[in-house]
């Protein structure tokens, strides 16, 4: 089954790019509706196709990149998640000001969670610029680096193993609340690296 990408920017097309790179298929939407993403189809390539934003829930593994503020209103009242996996690529900024949002004291993720009640949420994909988490992550005779963390250590190894297979080397920094590790702004994690092991 195709991965869901929620969200058709900047991160939603470096993340549907690095799922086709990995040899699967892509579903994506954003808030307007897929008649307005023939563009970005067709930049995507083969494998990649529009739907709406309800639609894309049924996926088994859904990746959401939409800027902190809206995240609540796009998600509310999307189909159950009943145990699939999420995808947080989001870093909590308020807009236009980008400020650090009131996380309350929890992680980014912690609270993205709540938002996609009955999902296992993989904290990844956050920390590069979206070009460069476009790019071959195969460098300078290494791999660039995404940090994860999540609860659930099966939805880990499952996105963990797509973005190694398009070439990352992924480092599992444990569970969810560990996001604060590398969530933007201001984790001490949050920085662009590159793997030579
Ligand atoms: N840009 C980066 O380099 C970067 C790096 C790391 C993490 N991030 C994080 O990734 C997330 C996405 O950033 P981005 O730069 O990709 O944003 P973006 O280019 O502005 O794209 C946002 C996408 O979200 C959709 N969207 C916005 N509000 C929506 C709503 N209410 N309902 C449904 N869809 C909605 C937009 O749909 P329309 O196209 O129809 O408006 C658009 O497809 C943010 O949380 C950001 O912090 C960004």
Same mark, same amino acid.
């Given at each position: ?7 058709? +920017? ?21 808030? =307007? ?50 145990? =699939? ?34 999902? =296992? ?39 963990? +193993?797509?973005?190694?297979?398009? +070439? ?11 996001? =604060? ?17």
């Amino acid at each position: 089954m195709a991965v869901g990408i929620l969200g058709a +920017g900047n991160i939603g097309q470096a993340i549907a790019t690095q799922m086709l790179r990995a040899g699967e298929e892509v579903v994506i939407a954003n808030s =307007r509706g897929p008649e307005t993403l023939g563009e970005v189809i067709e930049k995507l390539g083969p494998g990649a196709s529009a739907a709406t934003f309800a639609e894309v829930p049924t996926c088994d593994i859904v990746a959401v990149a939409i800027p902190w503020d809206h995240i609540p209103g796009a998600l509310e009242g999307l189909p159950e998640w009943n145990g =699939r996996i999420v995808i947080d690529a989001n870093n909590a900024v308020t807009q236009p000001d980008f400020k650090a949002a009131d996380l309350g004291g929890r992680s980014s993720s912690e609270v993205f969670a709540d938002f996609v009640p009955g999902a =296992r949420v993989v904290k990844t994909a956050n920390i590069l610029l979206a070009s460069v988490l476009a790019a071959d992550p195969v460098v300078d005779s290494g791999r660039r680096v995404l940090f994860m963390s999540g609860d659930d250590a099966g939805a880990k190894d499952a996105v963990g +193993g797509l973005f190694a297979t398009a +070439g990352f080397r992924m480092i599992d920094l444990g569970p969810l609340e560990n996001g =604060r590790l590398h969530q933007v702004p201001g984790a001490p994690l949050a920085r662009s690296l590159i793997a030579t092991d």
